[in-house]
């Protein structure tokens, strides 16, 4: 996933904002490298309690979501 990340950004300079559906803090890396050196907007979404601190605190903005029992 990471992957493909890097290659977009390689290959489509043009898109102005990245959406992350994860918690993980691994992303929060090319979150940083998005925001600082390519001023892209990143939001993430995650699931309430498995979201990474770093990977909040790297993002624009976020949603917290409360896991939905039931399904």
Do not use: P
């Not at 940083?32 to 601190?53: C, N, P």
Request: net charge positive; glycine share 8%; no cysteine.
């Amino acid at each position: 996933m990471l992957d493909h990340i890097y290659q977009s950004i390689l290959k489509r300079n043009h898109i102005e904002q990245y959406i992350l559906v994860t918690g993980d803090g691994h992303f929060h890396s090319v979150v940083a490298y998005l925001r600082t050196f390519l001023d892209k907007i990143v939001g993430v979404f995650a699931v309430m309690g498995s979201f990474s601190e770093q990977l909040k605190n790297s993002a624009t903005w976020y949603v917290d979501k409360a896991r939905e029992s039931g399904r």
